[in-house]
C-alpha cells in the first residue's frame, strides 16, 4: 500500500496516483524536482525487506522454489524488480537509510522529508492519530502500482493456526470460525483498526465509507502471499542485507541476487533433506508436511 | 577409629557442599554440556517440532561458523569494540577515579553519583536518546560540531562511524562500574608513601607513575580482564541502536548468535558459535594475565 502526500503530488503536477511503474517513476521526478535538499520522492528504509519483495511478488517472481527448496532470485523477474528498486536510489529519489535515521516515520511525513511510503493498513491509525490535523486532508493512501498496471501487493497479516497434536483441535476451529465471520471481523475493525481478511466484511458501512480503508479495499482484489516455510524469516533478512550492499554500491546488483540464492539455497538445505526424506517415506501423491 | 572418624567428616563436608554441588550441577554444569551436545547436531525450527529430524553433525556446525563471512564480519566488529572501547573505559575510568579522589577535589559524593549514574540507567531508555543525540538533522552532537565548521556526521548511518559511535555510548555507559572499583582500589593506597615521595621531590606526574599505578596493579588487571569478558559479549547496544547495521558494520558475534539462534533457530549453530566465543574470551583473559605476570617480573 501506498501512503502519499496528496499536496505535495499536486504540486508537481501529479493528479492522481499512478497506476504504472513507469508513472510511477516519472511521479516521483516530478515531486523530487519540488523538493527541497534532504527531502525525496519515496522512502523505502534498507532495513525494510518488504517494499522490494512486493516489488518482486509484482514481476510474477516465485521468490522460491518451494518444492525443490531452491531461491529464485536471480530469475529475470525478481531481477527487473530489483533492477527498478536500485534506480530509485540511484536517481536520488529515495534515500538510502535505516529507518532507525528517521527517527520518527510519522514526523518526517508530516514535514515532507518523503511525499510516499510504503506501509500496511496498521499504519491507518497511526497517521491519523500522530499526524497534525492540518494534514489531514493532505494525505491518503492508494493501492500499489505494477510493472504494466495496478500492481499486486503481498498478503501480509497472520494466520490463524490449529495445531495438529493440539487436543482441542475442534474448540480451536470453531473459536476460527467464529472469528471469520465477517460480523465479527467487522467488530474488530470497530474496536482495533485492524482490517477484515474477509471480503464479505468489507460491505460494512464503516469500512465502506472509510476512505483510508477504500484503497486497501481495492488493494485486496490484488494481493500474493509469500512462501509459508519456517525459513522465511531468516531468508528476508538476507534479502535485506544483500539489497543495501546494492543500494550502498559494494556490490553490482547481479551478484547481489547471485549471492542471495547461494544463501538462500544453504539455509533451504535441511528442508530439502526433510522433503527428500518425505518423498522416499511415503507414497506418491501424498504432499510434504 | 581414626579412619571412621574421618569418614564421617568427609560426609559432612559433603552433606554441606551438597546444596551448592547441586545448584551448580543443575544450573551450570548440564546446561552447559545440553549446549556442547547441542552444538554437534543441527538442531532448528524443524527439530523444536520433531526432535527425530535432529541430525547428528560433528563438527560440522563449527566447520560451517569458520567458514561462514558473516561470522568472521561479527568477530572482526567485535574485536575492534574490544581493542578500542576495552582500553578507553578503563582510561576514562582511571581518569575519573583519580579525579573523585584528588584531595583538593570537591562536591566529591556528587561526581561519584553522576559518573556513576549511566550505569544504572536502563539501556533502552539511554539508546533512545542517544539515537537523538547522534541524529544527523537534529542531533546535538553534530550541532555542536557544527559550530567548530565540521560537516554533519551521520553517526548511525555511516558504516565506518556506526561502530564507533557505538563505543562512545558503551563507554560512557560502562567507565562508572569500574571506576567506582579504582576509586576503592585508590583509598587502600598508603598515605605515607606519597608524603615520603613528596619530600623526595617527585612530582605529580611521578607520583602517579611511581606510587598509584604500581599500587593499583592488581586492580587494573581485574578491571581488565572484567571489562574485556564484558565487551566480548557486546549485544544490547547494538541490538537496540542499529541491529547490526548499516552494511552489517555494528553486528557483532554475540548479535550474530541471537540471529542464528533466536531469530532463525538455528540452535545447534547457535551453541556453536558460544563455544567458539568462550574459546576467544578464555584465550584473551590467558593473555592478559601472561601479560600482566611478565610486567611483574
Do not use: C
Not at chain 1, 13 to 29: F, H, I, K, L, S
Not at chain 2, 66 to 90: C, K, M, S
Request: no cysteine; proline share 6%; glycine share 8%.
Amino acid at each position: 500500500m501506498l501512503f502519499y502526500r496528496r499536496d505535495l503530488l499536486a504540486r508537481a503536477g501529479v493528479a492522481t496516483p499512478p497506476v504504472t511503474w513507469e508513472g510511477w517513476r516519472a511521479a516521483m521526478e516530478a515531486v523530487e524536482q519540488r523538493a527541497g535538499p534532504d527531502q525525496y520522492a519515496i522512502l523505502m528504509p534498507v532495513n525494510e525487506w518488504f517494499p522490494l519483495m512486493i516489488l518482486g511478488l509484482q514481476t510474477g517472481s516465485p521468490l522460491l522454489d518451494v518444492t525443490s527448496g531452491r531461491g529464485q532470485f536471480s530469475g529475470p523477474q525478481f531481477r527487473r524488480a530489483f533492477d527498478f528498486y536500485l534506480d530509485l536510489f540511484h536517481r536520488g529519489l529515495a534515500p538510502p537509510v535505516s529507518n532507525n535515521q528517521v527517527a520518527n516515520v510519522y514526523q518526517e511525513f508530516g514535514r515532507g522529508t518523503f511525499a510516499m511510503y510504503i506501509t500496511g493498513p496498521w499504519n491507518l491509525g497511526e497517521f491519523r492519530n500522530r499526524l497534525p490535523a492540518a494534514l489531514q486532508e493532505a494525505w491518503s493512501t492508494a493501492p500499489l502500482p505494477g510493472p504494466d498496471g495496478p500492481g499486486r501487493s503481498m498478503a501480509g497479516g497472520s494466520s490463524l493456526v490449529v495445531f495438529r497434536q493440539s487436543r482441542h483441535r475442534d474448540a480451536a476451529w470453531r473459536l476460527i470460525e467464529f472469528l471469520s465471520r465477517p460480523g465479527q471481523q467487522a467488530r474488530f475493525y470497530q474496536l482495533t483498526g485492524d482490517l477484515p481478511a474477509r471480503r464479505e466484511a468489507w460491505r460494512d458501512s464503516a469500512l465502506a465509507a472509510d476512505s483510508g480503508a477504500r484503497a486497501f479495499d481495492e488493494q485486496l482484489q490484488r494481493v500474493v502471499p509469500w512462501p509459508k516455510i519456517p525459513e522465511w524469516e531468516q531468508i528476508t533478512s538476507l534479502l535485506q542485507d544483500e539489497a543495501e550492499r546494492a543500494v550502498r554500491g559494494v556490490v553490482p546488483g547481479d551478484s547481489a541476487l547471485a549471492a542471495l540464492d547461494r544463501d538462500v539455497d544453504r539455509v533451504l538445505e535441511k528442508r530439502r533433506w526433510l522433503l527428500a526424506r518425505a518423498r522416499a517415506d511415503r507414497p506418491a501423491g501424498e504432499g510434504a508436511r | 577409629m581414626r579412619a571412621d572418624w574421618r569418614g564421617a567428616q568427609a560426609r559432612a563436608g559433603w552433606a554441606f557442599l551438597a546444596p551448592a554441588l547441586i545448584l551448580i550441577g543443575a544450573f551450570f554444569v548440564l546446561p552447559v554440556a545440553a549446549g556442547l551436545g547441542l552444538s554437534f547436531t543441527d538442531f532448528d525450527i524443524y527439530a523444536i517440532g520433531d526432535p527425530g529430524v535432529a541430525r547428528f553433525t560433528g563438527a560440522g556446525n563449527y566447520a560451517q561458523v569458520l567458514r561462514e563471512p558473516e561470522f568472521w564480519n561479527a568477530l572482526r566488529n567485535t574485536l575492534y569494540f574490544v581493542a578500542v572501547g576495552g582500553p578507553l573505559t578503563i582510561l576514562a575510568s582511571l581518569a575519573a577515579a583519580l579525579l573523585v579522589n584528588d584531595r583538593r577535589a570537591r562536591w566529591k559524593g556528587l561526581f561519584r553519583v553522576v559518573f556513576f549514574t549511566p550505569v544504572v540507567t536502563t539501556l533502552v531508555a539511554v539508546s533512545i536518546v542517544w539515537r537523538y543525540l547522534y541524529h544527523p538533522h537534529y542531533g546535538l552532537i553534530d550541532e555542536a560540531l557544527g559550530l567548530l565548521g565540521i560537516h554533519p556526521i551521520d553517526w548511525l548511518g555511516d558504516p565506518h562511524w556506526a561502530m564507533p559511535a557505538i563505543m562512545v555510548l558503551a563507554v560512557w555507559k560502562n567507565f562508572g562500574y569500574t571506576m567506582l572499583i579504582l576509586i576503592a582500589a585508590l583509598q587502600n593506597v598508603p598515605e605515607e608513601l606519597y608524603e615520603a615521595a613528596a619530600l623526595d621531590g617527585a612530582g605529580g606526574w611521578a607520583r602517579l607513575v611511581y606510587i598509584t599505578l604500581p599500587a593499583l596493579r592488581p586492580t587494573l588487571l581485574f578491571v581488565g580482564i572484567i571489562t574485556v569478558i564484558g565487551q566480548f559479549q557486546v549485544f544490547a547496544e547494538p541490538y537496540v541502536m542499529t541491529q547490526g547495521g548499516p552494511l552489517r558494520s555494528t553486528a557483532t558475534v554475540v548479535l550474530y548468535m541471537y540471529e542464528q539462534g533466536f531469530r532463525w533457530w538455528h540452535l545447534g549453530l547457535a551453541t556453536a558459535i558460544a563455544f567458539i566465543l568462550f574459546a576467544i574470551m578464555l584465550a584473551a583473559t590467558l593473555v592478559q594475565m601472561r601479560l600482566q605476570r611478565g610486567a611483574e617480573r
